[in-house]
């Protein structure tokens, strides 16, 4: 072979993006401290040093991905014309979302990880997709809390990229754009009164000190994030000595892992309460969805780490907090198949993730602040896009 035969090796053009669609991936399945530039580097099939090249750090690649899915969104409205309507839009952002599935959930860390400059302008991107999606809603819909309901349906679409469930991509596009327009039909205003009704089972004072421990932590880790706080401050906080600390729990994960175990037992506990006293499978997922958001809007903290920090913990601490999570979806799917006959099990999952989005992206909008209009608002947009009238 001729020297001018030489097959010569050319960086590829999109390379920089290459490494933001495989970073992406890895943010959502190790969490923001659990990945690492190393691994990414080996998905795009580059050194760590060429990936070095693009970004400085892991924090600058963090900001891009986090970026991702809003900027994409944004263009695809930018896209679209004028005026357009709310069964128009909401199809093309599902589209959007789907093909950034295994990443878009990476923009609900953002107050957790980025800087506040950094923070105040992804949340500002978000905000003018809310904007652009509240004004279709207005001129197709009209009503009250227009942007509250747009908030909603952009939570159930936003779903999907909180769980793996397999489905077929036009499937699913129609099942979260039905689930969308229906949370965006809900009156907020004429909720009846359901999750201002339920009372959660009390959180247990603590009566040992690792139930003290747990106490103290959640609010330090909601405040602070989870890895900026020390074992010595949570010891602190109980009146305990740094070294003390360890007899109780060996790492700090431990506490993690046992506050979001203590509180899923009180969700299981609540949710047994709601269907004690009803029957009927449309019933049960009131029931289940008042207490469902009276639980949100009561842990809102411990919810917020959950969130961000889970993915990032030890397999053995992990695994038992998402098994209660998944007996928790079961719970809702058995019920909801009941109600919608026409599903097969994968749909139903999906559909039971659109209504968990929706009191996520309401709640949020809300800023969680803990009312009785704003707990019934949000449960009736919840059973709204699940297909059931509340």
Known sequence: MTVEEVPVRRRPRNRRQLVVDAAGPVFSERGYHGASMEEVAARVGISAAALYRHFPNKYALFVECANLMVDRLRDVLGEL????????????????????????????????????????ELRAKFTAVVDSVTAALERDLGGTRTRLRASAALGAIGSITLHHTQIARQRAVELL??????????????????????????????????GEILQAAIPLFADHGFRNVSMGQI????????????RHYPVKAEILA???????????????????????????????????VAYSFEN???????????????????????????????????????????????????????????????????????????????????????????
């Open 300 to 390: 809102t903290a411990l919810i917020s780490v959950a969130e961000a920090e889970i993915v990032g913990l030890p397999p053995d601490l992990r695994r038992p907090v998402t098994l209660a999570q998944r007996e928790h979806v079961a719970l809702w799917e058995r019920r909801l198949a009941q109600t919608c006959p026409g599903l097969d099990m994968r749909q139903v999952r999906t559909l039971v993730h659109a209504g968990f989005g929706v009191v996520v992206e309401a709640g949020r909008q809300l800023r969680w602040q803990d009312t009785d209009a704003n707990r019934d608002a949000v449960a009736a947009l919840m059973l709204g896009a699940l297909g059931l009238s509340g």
């Open 258 to 292: 046992a506050a979001c175990l203590q509180t899923a037992a009180m969700l299981e506990q609540a949710a047994g309460q709601a269907l004690h006293a009803v029957d009927g499978p449309q019933e049960s997922l009131e029931a289940l969805a008042a207490a469902y």
């Open 235 to 246: 010891a602190g906080a109980v009146g305990l000595t740094s070294s003390a600390i360890y």
């Open 81 to 120: 014309p004028d005026q357009v309507a709310l069964p128009e839009l909401l199809p093309a952002l599902a589209q959007v979302t789907l093909e950034h599935r295994a990443s878009g959930g990476v923009y609900r860390w953002e107050a957790r990880f980025l800087d506040v400059e950094d923070r105040r």
């Open 177 to 210: 754009v039905d689930a969308a327009l229906r949370a965006a039909r809900v009156d907020p205003a004429a909720a009846p009164r359901t999750a201002s009704a339920v009372h959660l089972p009390v959180r247990p004072e603590p009566a040992s000190r690792r």
